[in-house]
């Protein structure tokens, strides 16, 4: 039996701050109590961090886990060993380990590397939540990961087969992609009947469905079929980005989890034939970060992810600077913390254990430097990270 006592200036619970002094008591991996006041029941250890915010364990809900963030990341994962590509989700999870993030929901591996590795993963890395290869049509947007299917009855295959080997979610490429040379992101890669199969399949099943969605067309196409989530929720068409109050209701009124994948590192230079690539496309910062401004006044569920590994932009740990654009598209702290914590564990399924600070959730804590209500980018200082209760840094 292990005991351990938390104290901090301050805790944000997943939806709200505590702005006093706080003790969370740890046992047996989960929470005990959460306690206002310094006082320490007789006989507990007590881990003292004055200065600073406990959070739930972060959530990153859109990562690539056996992609290791170089140039050409996706490109290069069909010419990795079974061992490289075990080495790349390890080491991966560690960068997200020591960003704060807890657990991650992988959102597309290759030849469900990820669902093999986790069936034998210890414990002392961030959970995984994991959809094995996307489901894409024939040469489609990431055609190369493995995931290949055409046809009402191939889409259904395609879900049950994941199902099989243990996906916890199933991840559909509703549109194609900046990163897949002959795909278009402005229309959708499936039709109705084809998108619909794969939602009724995975609902029977018991599974969440989730779809990359670039274009305008496939984000109506994605809602209509009845998808769980939306990956990125560009709205793209030829005249640009087009969100309109209609569709803002739609997406408001289901329910849908949108995670808008922004936050990119400031100090790698894109290379300007990517840049060129996404502009061609529409996808610029400021259109980005304007969609995310509209969804959040239009009442949508947003869920934070970074799409960490597709690039050098996009290093494994990205999280708090995906939380830091939020904050600069005119979401409210608070509201970013959310979609990083208690919002992001209901998307991921991962909502009665994890995500919140209270009796009987999960340990997975996060201390950081100052009050992220007020700085977000308190979130990039992490000063202690637990699992389970277990202090992993810090």
Known sequence: MSFLAIRTARV???ERL???????????????????????????????????TLLPGLIDAHVHLCADSGPSALDRLSGLTEEQLEASIETSLEAHLAAGVTTVRDLGDYHDAVLA????????LPAVVAAGAPITSVGGHCWSMGGEAQGVKGLREAVRRRAERGAD??????????????T?????????????????????????ITAHAHA????RQALAAGVDGIEHCTCLTPAGVRLDDALLAALAGSGVAVCATLGSDPDVVVPPQVVMMA??????????????????RGGVRLVAGSDAGIGPAKPHGLLPATLDEYVRSGLPPASALAAATSVAAGAC????????????????LVVVGGDPTRDITAVARPLAVYLAGRPVTG
């Open 12 to 14: 944000f619970d997943g």
């Open 169 to 182: 979610i199933i991840k559909i490429m509703a549109s194609g992609g900046v990163l897949t040379p002959g």
């Open 279 to 296: 502009a061609r496309a529409g996808i610029t910062e400021a259109v980005l970060q304007e969609a995310v401004a509209r969804l959040h």
């Open 216 to 219: 305008l067309a496939a984000v």
């Open 18 to 52: 505590r702005d006093e002094v706080t003790v969370v008591l740890v046992k047996d991996g989960r929470i005990a109590g959460v306690e206002a006041g310094p006082a320490v029941p007789d006989g507990w250890p007590v881990q003292d961090l004055p200065g600073g």
């Open 117 to 124: 590795w986790r069936a034998k993963a210890g414990p002392d």
């Open 349 to 364: 399924g991962v909502g009665g254990r994890k995500g919140r600070i209270r009796p009987g959730y999960d340990a997975d």
């Open 184 to 208: 278009d992101t402005m229309r959708p890669q499936f039709t109705d009947e084809e998108l619909k199969a794969a939602v009724d399949e995975a609902h029977a099943l018991g599974l969440p």
